[in-house]
């Protein structure tokens, strides 16, 4: 399929597949929307082309002799006992590693986030990125995913984020050092990790991410690198009372919004993938975790 950008379609039918993508609509929501404005063929036309292609997001191989990659099993004894997730090393790599937990968005661990832990293995760290779904057998494709993330005991899935991050942090081959990044429902897991783990998260960097509640700010100890899409009015009409609450306990932290964006703008398996903006918040993003994990 040809790649078309988000600006190729209506503000008003990517706000309508943003709903879509939160599980707010089903399919038949959409088209019935987004029919009001391009027609209930092209409206359905229109949701096949928004879909992830997850062959577009394939920046570093599986089998790519740069890295070592295995799906593994950790403790989550105050969420769901024992779950698992998709850890990536270099495969040089000799001593021990800094960590980065990979979150996913609302799918689960799809073949998106897997690259973009293999992204960080390739850039030298020991990456994991842990499945939210695999209590339910993990991800199985986007519509049957989406249904069964709206299943989860919501309590049990933020404790196994929180066993995930103490679980690498703690592991032989890890230097003790962690950060975390996350993008849509997985920015939002990077900062409930902030206020949960405080000192023993040393960077968090969400992506379009929903705010901590201002009370736990005080908690955050970590250095943030907030990164926000200029057509997100849901998620940033809260930025404004979460930096007061950043400023106002002295957290170190940048934020930075990237113009003409949507929300999901660094997924490059959508339409909403911006090069420019993902590759400049990507470079950020190294920059930022090699400054306060990788470094000693």
């Known amino acids: 399929m040809e790649r078309k950008k988000a600006s190729d379609y209506p503000q008003e039918i990517l706000d309508i597949f943003h709903l879509y993508v939160h599980g707010d609509i089903d399919r038949r929501g959409f088209i019935d929307r987004a029919a009001k404005f391009v027609g209930a063929v092209s409206a359905a036309a229109m949701l096949e082309e928004l879909r992830p292609n997850f062959a577009w997001a394939q920046q570093v191989p599986k089998d790519d002799p740069k890295i070592k990659a295995e799906y593994t099993a950790y403790p989550s004894p105050q969420g769901n006992t024992t779950t698992k997730g998709y850890l990536v090393r270099p495969a040089t790599a000799t001593g021990k590693l800094p960590g980065i937990v990979v979150v996913h968005e609302n799918r689960g661990l799809n073949p998106y986030i897997e690259d973009v832990a293999r992204r960080f293995a390739v850039a030298g760290y020991m990456a994991f990125a842990p499945d939210a779904l695999a209590p339910l057998g993990g991800y199985v494709d986007e519509t049957k995913s989406a249904q069964d993330f709206r299943n989860l005991d919501g309590a049990k899935r933020t404790e196994d984020f929180v066993a995930c991050a103490k679980w690498l942090k703690a592991r032989p ?124």
């Not at 230097?175 to 429902?185: E, R």
Request: proline content about 5%; overall charge neutral.
């Open 173 to 296: 081959d890890c230097t003790g050092k962690i950060g975390a990044v996350g993008f849509c429902f997985g920015g939002g897991v990077v900062n409930t990790l902030a206020t949960r783990l405080g000192p023993d998260l040393a960077a968090g960097v969400p992506f379009y991410g929903a705010a901590p509640p201002a009370a736990e700010v005080p908690k955050i100890k970590a250095a943030m690198l907030l990164n926000f899409a200029a057509n997100d009015a849901g998620i940033n009409g809260n930025w404004p009372a979460y930096e007061e609450a950043l400023k106002a306990n002295k957290v170190t932290y940048t934020a930075y919004t990237y113009d003409g964006t949507q929300h999901g703008f660094h997924n490059d398996t959508t339409v909403r993938y911006d090069k420019a903006a993902a590759e400049l918040a990507w470079q950020r993003t190294l920059d930022h975790f090699n400054k306060y994990v990788k470094s000693s």
